[in-house]
């Protein structure tokens, strides 16, 4: 099984830009994603990366937030430009080694992380 430890979480004003971190220990993965959830929200799936790189995102994110992984270093990023209040959220990284596609399902994930928090303030 995959560990997963997210970092990067904090406090932002609107407009402004965070980079998530996740780094990987344990079993190898495949394809990781990441997804928020808000308070009283279902968890949301927003950006997915295979092994090679292949990339998919939610609209919501799509043109603001990057995902990307640097497997020399086990660590899985995303890069959230142009923060708006509305994805003031706590934000998990997922990964999982049975697939190697783009997911945003939360069913196909079988490790997670334990959530670092965003707050962007208007």
């Known amino acids: 099984r995959v560990v997963l430890v997210e970092s990067g979480g904090g406090s932002v004003q609107a407009g402004g830009s965070l980079r998530l971190s996740c780094s990987q220990s344990g079993a190898t993965y495949n394809s990781a994603s990441w997804f928020r959830q808000a308070p009283g929200k279902e968890r949301e799936g927003l950006a997915a990366?295979?092994?090679?790189?292949?990339?998919y995102y939610a609209d919501s994110v799509k043109g603001r937030f990057t995902i990307s992984r640097d497997n020399a270093k086990n660590t899985l990023y995303l890069q959230m430009n142009s923060l708006k209040p509305e994805d003031t959220a706590m934000y998990y990284c997922a990964a999982d080694s049975r697939h190697d596609y783009c997911s945003l399902r939360t069913d196909d994930f079988n490790s997670w992380g334990q959530g670092t928090e965003v707050t962007v303030s208007s």
């Open positions: 990366i295979t092994s090679a790189g292949r990339t």
